[in-house]
């Protein structure tokens, strides 16, 4: 099975195409990439899974099951999402922030515990629970997005370009502490990034979208090695040379 399929979907918003007649499969348990400049669909590629957004034509699969949009929670249940900027919710603590699952979707897991088990595998410390976002630094907020995505542990991860506005350190840690997850627990990850260095990083496959077409997908050494076309070949002269 499949963790995500999309069937000749496309979707458009006030007369603009973001999505166009794609067709794709998303490995389960796998690392996908999808990779584009600003503006290439890549975001609503993953808002199209996630049923933040509906397909305009085309069918979107999850779990092996048509999206039902009528209930789409029991579904996002399933998947942990984080966005660049962390989204974290201001006016809560830190362990309120990882723990909003729970709420959302009425689990019984011992909320206490679980942020205990989570903060500690992104090294953050105890101290932080009862802190707001603001006293956080921006990859110490990225380690709780982290926590929050994964709190009722998801098969499916879905990442919206959540390491784009750190520092190059920082970004490297965050990418490592990825990295660490992959190799501790099977999961599917969907990753939307600019940068193809970070593909390279923690990808197994790379999807690249232009203007809302797929370019090339396939395996990452398929794509880094034997580009498909000019914009494919820019893409990776761009961030690797």
Same mark, same amino acid.
């Given at each position: 099975?499949?963790?995500?399929?999309?069937?000749?979907?496309?979707?458009?918003?006030? $007369?603009?195409?973001?999505?166009?007649?794609?067709?794709?499969?998303?490995?389960?348990?796998?690392?996908?990439?999808?990779?584009?400049?600003?503006?290439?669909?890549?975001?609503?590629?993953?808002?199209?899974?996630?049923?933040?957004?509906?397909?305009?034509? $085309?069918?979107?699969?999850?779990?092996?099951?048509?999206?039902?949009?009528?209930?789409?929670?029991?579904?996002?249940?399933?998947?942990?999402?984080?966005?660049?900027?962390?989204?974290?919710?201001?006016?809560?603590?830190?362990?309120?922030?990882?723990?909003?699952?729970?709420?959302?979707?009425?689990?019984?897991?011992?909320?206490?515990?679980?942020?205990?088990?989570?903060?500690?595998?992104?090294?953050?410390?105890?101290?932080?629970?009862?802190?707001?976002?603001?006293?956080?630094?921006? $990859?110490?907020?990225?380690?709780?997005?982290?926590?929050?995505?994964?709190?009722?542990?998801?098969?499916?991860?879905?990442?919206?370009?959540?390491?784009?506005?750190?520092?190059?350190?920082?970004?490297?840690?965050?990418?490592?502490?990825?990295?660490?997850?992959?190799?501790?627990?099977?999961?599917?990850?969907?990753?939307?990034?600019?940068?193809?260095?970070?593909?390279?990083?923690?990808?197994?496959?790379?999807?690249?979208?232009?203007?809302?077409?797929?370019?090339?997908?396939?395996?990452?050494?398929?794509?880094?090695?034997?580009?498909?076309?000019?914009?494919?070949?820019?893409?990776?002269?761009?961030?690797?040379?």
């Amino acid at each position: 099975m499949k963790a995500a399929e999309l069937f000749h979907v496309s979707h458009s918003y006030n $007369g603009h195409m973001s999505i166009k007649d794609v067709s794709l499969s998303i490995e389960q348990n796998k690392t996908t990439a999808v990779i584009g400049r600003s503006g290439s669909g890549k975001t609503s590629l993953l808002q199209l899974i996630n049923g933040l957004i509906e397909p305009t034509s $085309g069918t979107v699969n999850v779990f092996g099951e048509p999206v039902n949009y009528d209930r789409i929670n029991s579904a996002r249940g399933r998947m942990g999402y984080m966005v660049q900027g962390t989204g974290l919710f201001p006016h809560l603590t830190i362990d309120e922030n990882i723990a909003i699952g729970s709420k959302i979707f009425n689990s019984s897991v011992n909320t206490t515990q679980r942020v205990d088990e989570l903060m500690n595998l992104v090294g953050l410390s105890e101290k932080y629970k009862k802190k707001y976002p603001y006293e956080l630094s921006g $990859g110490e907020q990225q380690r709780v997005g982290i926590c929050r995505a994964l709190f009722l542990n998801p098969p499916f991860l879905l990442m919206d370009e959540p390491l784009g506005a750190l520092d190059p350190v920082t970004r490297q840690e965050i990418q490592d502490e990825i990295l660490k997850l992959k190799q501790l627990e099977p999961r599917t990850i969907l990753l939307v990034t600019h940068d193809m260095r970070e593909a390279r990083r923690l990808a197994d496959y790379i999807v690249v979208l232009e203007k809302g077409e797929i370019q090339q997908f396939d395996v990452k050494e398929e794509v880094l090695t034997n580009p498909a076309n000019e914009v494919v070949e820019k893409l990776i002269e761009a961030s690797l040379l």
